[in-house]
């Protein structure tokens, strides 16, 4: 059974930083390629970033680009976003994403 768990959520002020990770199980992390997606209060759900089973293609959001950075380590089977230079409007509940399956979401807040 495919499990993604994640993690790293939070309040934090404009500007500020955080880093999200997504442990996963049941399946054989190294062989797919991972993302990020997020859903904020009344929207609908929202691509955030990719990358690939190696980690050595990223894409990104317009809205989040220069800004966040996707990573994993295959060893640990974890798959990490770190989100910097926040903003309000990146306020959302965020997943990690395999194909069709997401894990049960971390809440980011960013707010004065």
């Known amino acids: 059974e495919v499990q993604l768990v994640e993690s790293g959520g939070g309040l934090v002020q404009p500007g500020g930083s955080l880093r999200l990770s997504c442990a996963s199980s049941g399946f054989t992390f190294s062989s797919y390629a991972m993302s990020w997606v997020r859903q904020a209060p009344g929207k609908g759900l929202e691509w955030v970033s990719t990358i690939n089973s190696d980690g050595t293609f990223t894409s990104y959001a317009h809205s989040v680009k220069g800004r966040f950075t996707i990573s994993r380590d295959n060893a640990k089977n974890t798959l990490y976003l770190q989100l910097n230079s926040l903003k309000t409007d990146d306020t959302a509940m965020y997943y990690c994403?395999?194909?069709?399956?997401r894990g049960q979401g971390t809440q980011v807040t960013v707010s004065s």
């Open positions: 994403r395999k194909e069709g399956t």
